[in-house]
């Protein structure tokens, strides 16, 4: 089974601008993974921010956005507030199975 | 706006069985591709497994860790899908989720609020 690779931890002041990364295992992540982007905060379900690479949702601040990245899915989040202080989880795809990275857990300071 | 609750999550012995089930509404669930995904107390979210719709063949994938345990269904006449779950282990003590792809709009995955499942002697 593949290995999906994210920063542990990262820290952006408020108003800045950090980049999370998604690598796999099997080498250069394509827009052919389907990349996700999921944001949890403490006790709450998560939710996805962005699907496909670069699709968001209606609900998905307009801050967020996602692309393909130095052979990596980046999610790029610009003008940070600090209610984005959260954990955040990449996922891909490898012909119908799916598996998550670890998570980055990102602190607004 | 799409609503999905699970349900059937409790306490139960090692080596038990538990079904849990996954009631969607509010998008049109014969064209969904289903999942399910856990997360383990205080862990990162694990993908399960999932179950694309009948115009997909309705072919069923699972992560290794549960294949030959786990078995996910779908009853489209009632906007339900499953997950039997057998020989199960303490180690699978998580809240356990559904996910929903919508294939019509080709846009995903809408979240339920998860089914804490407790494995313990």
């Known amino acids: 089974q593949a290995v999906v690779t994210q920063e542990p931890s990262l820290t952006v002041s408020p108003g800045g601008t950090v980049t999370l990364t998604c690598g796999s295992s099997?080498?250069?992540?394509?827009?052919?993974?389907?990349p996700y982007w999921f944001q949890q905060k403490p006790g709450q379900t998560p939710w996805t921010l962005i699907y496909?690479?670069?699709n968001k949702h209606s609900w998905t601040p307009a801050r967020f956005s996602g692309s393909l990245l130095g052979g990596k899915a980046a999610l790029t989040l610009s003008g940070a507030q600090p209610e984005d202080e959260a954990d955040y989880y990449c996922?891909?795809?490898?012909?119908?199975?799916?598996?998550f990275g670890g998570g980055t857990k990102l602190t607004v300071l | 706006e799409v609503q999905l609750v699970e349900s059937g999550g409790g306490l139960v012995m090692p080596g038990g069985s538990l079904r849990l089930s996954c009631a969607a509404s509010?998008?049109?669930?014969?064209?969904?591709?289903m999942n399910w995904v856990r997360q383990a107390p205080g862990k990162g979210l694990e993908w399960i497994g999932r179950?694309?719709?009948?115009?997909?063949?309705?072919?069923?994938v699972y992560a290794a860790p549960v294949k030959g345990r786990f078995t996910i269904s779908r009853d489209d006449s009632k906007n339900m899908v499953y997950l039997q779950m057998n020989s199960l282990k303490i180690e699978d003590t998580a809240v356990y989720y559904c996910?929903?792809?919508?294939?019509?709009?080709?846009?995903?995955?809408?979240w339920g609020l998860g089914t804490l499942v407790t494995v313990s002697p």
């Open positions: 996910t929903a792809y919508l294939e019509t709009t080709r846009s995903g995955d809408y």
């Open positions: 509010e998008f049109t669930f014969i064209s969904a591709s």
């Open positions: 179950i694309y719709s009948k115009t997909v063949r309705g072919t069923t």
């Open positions: 099997t080498g250069t992540v394509t827009s052919d993974h389907y």
């Open positions: 496909d690479t670069t």
């Open positions: 996922l891909l795809s490898y012909a119908g199975t799916r598996v």
